[in-house]
């Protein structure tokens, strides 16, 4: 399989993936884009399915809305949230299999 030669980025090019990536790099926001991955959620149902706290959800969603990975709109009395950005999926599909690939490489290691 022959590479793609990147094109050269800017210094203000890789702060902004330098931020995205932050953003991306705490364990409490990729718990919650996993579980909107599977479909969209309120605070409520996240809170129960992440085991954070309500005060620290809603710290986060704010923080992925702000960065433009998810979307919020009103149902009734909630605020349903949503993947607003499909490199979401593609960003855990590939550490995904990367990480599987990585991990059976360590099981035939150890074998």
Do not use: W
């Amino acid at each position: 399989m022959r590479r793609r030669k990147p094109k050269p980025m800017t210094p203000a090019a890789l702060s902004m993936v330098a931020t995205r990536f932050k953003i991306l790099g705490e364990p409490a926001r990729l718990a919650i884009l996993n579980a909107l991955m599977q479909h969209d959620l309120n605070v409520n149902e996240i809170v129960e399915q992440t085991g954070l706290s309500q005060a620290n959800t809603s710290k986060h969603l704010s923080m992925l809305a702000d960065a433009g990975f998810v979307s919020r709109r009103r149902d009734g009395l909630f605020a349903v949230y949503s993947i607003t950005d499909e490199s979401v999926h593609q960003l855990c599909d590939l550490m995904c299999a990367s990480i599987a690939r990585k991990l059976g490489n360590q099981l035939r290691e150890i074998a």
